[in-house]
């Protein structure tokens, strides 16, 4: 089929406008709350800015896993996924603020609370030897320059070889090199976005530790990033072209891998807690005492069963994985989930009232308002499907099993 019929349809424009213009009002609205309280705007920027970083690098992930692994589920969303990808330089200049402006008000700590900025050179609160070195504001500068590069570097290379096999389809070598390079770009991937998790978030407590942070976090972007893909997939499902690609065994496939990523999540968000109570080192346990008692402790509640329990027992069923209505209403319901995650792993660090502010609601639909509608932009840039994977013919026949 030639690539002009699969072009993005008439209704990717209206969401790029329609997102960009939420995005940019709501930008406006919450620039207030930056210059009136920057106290309260940071913590809410970071939050954030690490759920919108999550759709877009998790994305990444996503799109080394397909070439690294094959399989047709990965042929529906692939240009959605490098779609998203190609945000990342929205991303960066996103992260400008927190950079240049924000770092005083994340990581000089709050009430007597000392952050690693401002920690004293020796007795309580005192950082050791090897985080006085690492958390200095020079190399906080220099590895999130280090990790974009790396991103940028990576979202090049699937983009282009990409691209290059829609140009040369009988190419069978592009599809090698893609398999060869995607196994150590999912390494790159997880390691830098440990590191990541690690200056941006974790460094908010400075005296807390947990080896399995980063993957924390990668669990939790695979998590949002398939559920924007979902929602994209069906979306576009309601129109030619992609009316008569997108099957119910598509979506069958897609929903199991939901289900995998949530099941992956709970995983390492339990290890975590199970090994640190365990070892019930005073140091250790801080984290979770502010966070599993009072206010923060309804929040814990509410994100175990809305973020595992729930959507778990749904995805189990067949008819729901398949269901174009309810499977995409439970993927973006996991993706404000992940933000209210977001908003409990970080904010307790700033305060003691597990209550959002009016930042928490507007800064997300702000970030992710002028990304919705940079990725709608990206996706009208290239046909919505690989033309030249040679697996297409077979993904968008018409079978069910």
Known sequence: MPAQEYQAPESVSRLQHRASLVGGIALLVSILGAVRTPELFFPSYLMSFMLILGLTVGSLGLVMLQHLTGGQWGIMIRRPLESATRALPLMFIAFLPIAVFGMKYLYSGHGDEKGWLNAPSAGEGALSDFQKRYLTQ???????????????????????????????????????????????????????????????????????????????????????????????????????????????????????????????????????????????????????????????????????????????????????????????????WLIFMRLVDLFWMTRPEFTSRAIPTWLDIVLPIALGGLWLGFFAFNLKQCPLLPLGDPDLAEAIEHHEH
């Open 138 to 332: 020079t190399g906080f500068h220099t590895r999130w320059v280090i990790y974009f590069a790396i991103w940028l570097l990576l979202m090049f290379i699937f983009n282009i070889l990409s691209k290059q096999q829609d140009s040369n389809r009988e190419d069978r070598a592009l599809r090698r090199r893609l398999k060869m390079l995607a196994g150590p770009g999912i390494i790159l991937y997880v390691f830098v976005m440990t590191f990541a998790s690690i200056d941006w978030v974790m460094s908010l407590s400075p005296h807390w530790a947990s080896t399995i942070y980063g993957f924390l976090f990668v669990a939790g972007q695979l998590i949002s990033s398939m559920s924007l893909m979902i929602a994209v997939v069906v979306l576009l499902a309601r129109t030619e072209p992609f009316a008569g690609v997108l099957q119910k065994r598509h979506l069958h496939d897609l929903g199991k891998l939901l289900l995998a990523f949530v099941m992956l999540w709970a995983y390492f968000d339990f290890s975590q807690l199970l090994i640190i109570w365990s070892g019930n080192q005073p140091e250790e346990i801080s984290f979770y005492r502010t966070r599993l008692y009072g206010g923060w402790g309804v929040v814990a509640v509410i994100v175990l069963v809305f973020h595992f329990f729930v959507p778990f027992f749904l995805l189990l069923s067949q008819d729901v994985k398949r269901n174009t209505k309810v499977l995409p209403r439970i993927a973006i």
